[in-house]
């Protein structure tokens, strides 16, 4: 059983940056597996945002492109999303994934809300 935490989530202003951590239980999970970051809006669906292989490689959702930064530090166990220059349309329960063998584990989730 494979169980995240994610922190970091808050009220930040328009252009502002904030850095959300989720941390596994497991020991190298992250770097065995593909982990991502997703979000969901209140009356949408939950989306991709980033995601990281096992390999390191990263892609991005276009509206992210240029702002969001995945990365992950494998001594930790731990996946970074620095959000920077953050915009109103951001605001939504940002969500930590990774794959585990055949399944998939999800965290509990960390409010992002971006508004003056």
């Known amino acids: 059983q494979v169980q995240l935490v994610e922190s970091g989530g808050g009220l930040v202003q328009p252009g502002g940056s904030l850095r959300l951590s989720c941390a596994a239980s497991?020991?190298?999970?992250?770097?065995?597996?593909?982990s991502g970051w997703y979000r969901q809006a209140p009356g949408k669906q939950r989306e991709l945002v980033a995601a990281?292989?096992?390999?390191?490689?990263?892609n991005y959702a276009d509206s992210v492109k240029g702002r969001f930064t995945i990365s992950r530090d494998n001594a930790k166990n731990t996946v970074y999303l620095q959000m920077n220059n953050l915009k109103p349309e951001d605001t939504a329960v940002y969500y930590c994934?990774?794959?585990?063998?055949?399944?998939?584990?999800w965290g509990q989730g960390t409010q992002v809300t971006v508004s003056s």
């Open positions: 994934h990774t794959y585990y063998g055949s399944a998939g584990y």
């Open positions: 990281i292989t096992s390999g390191g490689s990263t």
């Open positions: 497991g020991s190298s999970i992250f770097r065995r597996y593909a």
